[in-house]
Each structure stands twice: as C-alpha cells, then as structure tokens.
C-alpha cells in the first residue's frame, strides 16, 4: 500500500544548528514531494516543495534533497531558531487521474530547538 | 496565514450525530481538498473538489460527503458520526486550470471535532 514515513519521531537540536528530517517513501509513482511545517494549533505550512525530475532544491534556510533510487527525501534546516520548533510532514502526490490533489502525509517529525 | 478559512474552530458532538464544517478558500483557487488529522498522525485525503465536482477520494466511507459552491468555498458533511471520527478536520486550496496542476496547497487552521 501507500505510505510515506519519517525515520525519527523526535529530534532535538541546538540552535544555530543545521537541522536534518529523513523521510522514507514507499511509491515509486509518485513525482510531486513536499515539506510541510505545523505548529500547535494551526494548519500545516508549505515549506519547500520537489519534483522528481529534480534531486535538490533550495530556498530560504531550507534545502530539500530527493533521492529516488532508495525513494528518501529530506528537508535540512540551516541555523535552526526556536521559532523552527514544530512538526514537519513529508507529503507525496503521484498525480494519476483522481489522485491530483491527493497527498499522502507521513506520521510527522517533532523538531525541539533547545536555547 | 493563508487566505484559507474553516468554521467552527471547535465542535463537539455525539455518537450518531451529523456535522457539517465549513471552508472558504483563499481568492482565486477553485480547488478544495479535505483532510482528517487523528491526534500524532499525518493528515488523511478525504477528497477534493474541483469546479463544484467530487474528484479524487481517499478511503473514507460514504457517509463523509461534501458541497463546493459557485464561490468555491466547501462543505465536509460527516453523518453518523462515531468516536474514531474525533480529528482535526483540515481544509486546503490551490489554484490551477485543471485540477492535475501541480500548485501549491494552502491549508486552513482546521476544524477540531470531538464525538462523544
């Protein structure tokens, strides 16, 4: 079946660290990847997002890594700040006909920023 | 914050009961999607709605059905409701010619329903 995990539920980390979430998929059909960040009480928020014809992509602090022989992706932190202390959802999308729109969420990574 | 909105923000009701939540989406997107997040897990898909149309479905019994309006603002309708539908009910939107466009999603703040 479908399914899309994360190696770790917790990962604690100092700040001004770079932060590293592993994620696992189990799809080879899928070609849409994104990141998602959820703080306490709200709705997850679009962090960076990859296609498979990419194996990285960059943006502000965060850099996403797919690699699609082993079917892992990854999202680094650069100088992670407390205000990154959230859970962090991969999510993956295969884009058949009936499925645009469907994500397939992992269980979900708590980051802890430690002061 | 996104353009997204979702009422009521909290719900409460008991077994057998129906609910109906509430989202507008944000200006200009035409597609909705609907998710069901059980406390620690990921979001689920529910469904998406495109152009007042029911398309794509997760694995969610019939008795989870929706509305999308001319205005693209949606329904999730939950009858008989039982304990394991207790959730944050999410709501995303996007925008996109057709709904194979990859864009995207925004996410409301959620609904979060208790059954009793």
């Known amino acids: 079946g479908e399914s899309v995990g994360l190696h770790l539920p917790t990962l604690s980390v100092q700040e001004g660290d770079n932060s590293i979430i592993n994620c696992a998929y189990s799809?080879?059909?899928?070609?849409?990847f994104i990141w998602y960040k959820q703080e306490s009480g709200k709705g997850p928020q679009f962090i960076i997002d990859?296609?498979?014809?990419?194996d990285k992509r960059q943006g502000q602090r965060v850099t996403v890594l797919l690699n699609k022989t082993v079917k892992h992706l990854s999202l680094q932190i650069a100088a992670t700040q407390p205000g990154d202390s959230a859970v962090y959802f991969c999510?993956?999308?295969?884009?058949?006909?009936?499925?645009?729109?469907?994500?397939?969420f992992g269980q979900g990574t708590t980051l802890q920023v430690k002061p | 914050e996104t353009g997204v909105t979702q009422s009521p923000t909290h719900l409460i009701k008991t077994r057998g009961q129906q609910v109906t939540l509430r989202c507008s989406s944000q200006s200009g997107h035409n597609t909705v999607s609907w998710y069901q997040q059980a406390l620690g897990q990921g979001p689920q898909f529910i469904f998406q709605?495109?152009?007042?149309?029911?398309?794509g479905r997760g694995n969610f019994p019939p008795r989870f059905s929706g509305l999308q309006f001319p205005n693209y603002s949606s329904e999730l309708n939950v009858n008989a409701l039982e304990l394991d539908d207790s959730a944050l009910y999410l709501c995303a939107s996007r925008s996109g010619a057709t709904p194979a466009s990859y864009n995207e999603q925004f996410f409301g703040p959620g609904t979060r329903l208790t059954v009793l």
């Open positions: 799809n080879s059909a899928s070609d849409y």
């Open positions: 999510a993956e999308n295969n884009g058949r006909p009936g499925n645009t729109g469907k994500l397939i």
């Open positions: 709605y495109y152009r007042e149309e029911e398309n």
């Open positions: 990859i296609r498979s014809n990419m």
